[in-house]
Nanobody, 115 residues
Framework: QVQLVESGGDLVQPGGSLRLSCSAS????????LGWYRQAPGKQRELVAS???????YYPDSVQGRFTISRDNAKNTVYLQMNSLKPEDTAVYYC?????????WGQGTQVTVSS
């Protein structure tokens, strides 16, 4: 059974940093494209970072320069380093893995940015 398990969410002050992790099991991790999404209350889920199987990354303007996605295929883990956090980054963060029509989601981890 495929599982994606996120960790690392927390309460952090504005300007702080967090690193999220997502560990995958039961998939050939290295061939999957990976992404981090977030969903704030009352809003649609949005992409905040993605990385291809070859390591190419993408960020929307809202997080460009503050967030960094990386992957460790040996550990079946994808990371999201978040710096200079803002209150508007508050959301549940989900990791996603997709390849050839197969799409998997984690259960989410809460990130709250507040003083």
């Amino acid at each position: 059974q495929v599982q994606l398990v996120e960790s690392g969410g927390d309460l952090v002050q504005p300007g702080g940093s967090l690193r999220l992790s997502c560990s995958a099991s039961a998939i050939t991790f290295s061939i999957y494209a990976l992404g981090w999404y977030r969903q704030a209350p009352g809003k649609q889920r949005e992409l905040v970072a993605s990385i291809t199987s070859s390591g190419r990354s993408y960020y929307p303007d809202s997080v460009q320069g503050r967030f960094t996605i990386s992957r460790d295929n040996a550990k079946n883990t994808v990371y999201l380093q978040m710096n200079s956090l803002k209150p508007e980054d508050t959301a549940v963060y989900y990791c996603n893995a997709h390849w050839s029509g197969n799409v998997y989601w984690g259960q989410g981890t809460q990130v709250t940015v507040s003083s």
